[in-house]
Antibody
């Protein structure tokens, strides 16, 4: 059964780098049928897509975050990671990782991690 | 960039039908996916490719998509359906995943 688990520090200081990892069990992140994504949700607000990547190296980033964002993967560890630099209070959110179905385009996210809460402190 | 518009809230009595809309320019030409999120939990996919239901989702949940509006319909609403619902598309023009702002379904 596919499971995704986010991990990382729950508290990050403003101007520093937020680093999170998603560990995948029950599937390979090298599967040609799926992309892998990061999504976040600020307190009391809606879902915001951060970015998605494919095992071949193709990545799509939210333009509003692109200059600060890197998504990468370690296929041997079945992990993919998010690094967001120069964080501010606006980056405080619950961060989720998820698996995208992929046909002719990125589609639904059928499996999600439970999410990890990150607070940016001043 | 592409925008999806959802009503902030929809209220319905138990046993009645709730319709949650997702508006977007020519959204009928895109594939729409819907998520249910209960407080403190991760989102759960309840509809994909407009009208396909994942296994485990009750038949009371149906979806449609035409013109400028996609709709998630919940029939015979139950207390357990109370949640936030989000629509989502892939915008190939910008290579972005787009979420709607979310709709809070309240069961009266």
């Amino acid at each position: 059964q596919l499971q995704l688990q986010e991990s990382g520090p729950g508290l990050v200081k403003a101007s520093e780098t937020l680093s999170l990892t998603c560990t995948v069990s029950g599937d390979s992140i090298s599967s040609p049928y799926y992309y892998w994504a990061w999504i976040r949700q600020p307190p009391g607000k809606g879902l915001e897509w951060i970015g998605s990547f494919y095992y071949s190296g193709i990545t799509y980033y939210n333009a509003s975050l692109k200059s600060r964002l890197t998504i990468s993967a370690d296929t041997s560890k079945k992990q993919f990671s998010l690094k967001l630099t120069s964080v501010t209070a606006a980056d405080t959110a619950v961060y989720y990782c998820a698996r995208h179905e992929f046909r002719s385009e990125l589609a639904n996210m059928g499996v999600w991690g439970k999410g990890t809460s990150v607070t940016v402190s001043s | 960039s592409y925008v999806l518009t959802q009503p902030p809230s929809v209220s319905v009595a138990p046993g009645k039908t709730a319709r949650i809309t997702c508006g977007g320019n020519n959204i009928g030409s895109k594939s729409v996916h819907w998520y249910q999120q209960k407080p403190g939990q991760a989102p759960v996919l309840v509809m994909y490719y407009d009208s396909d239901r994942p296994s485990g989702i009750p038949e009371r949940f149906t979806g449609s998509n035409s013109g400028n509006t996609a709709t998630l319909t919940v029939s015979r609403v139950e207390d357990g359906d109370e949640a936030d619902y989000y629509c989502q598309v892939w915008d190939s023009s910008s290579d972005h995943v787009i979420f709607g702002g979310g709709t809070k379904l309240t069961v009266l």
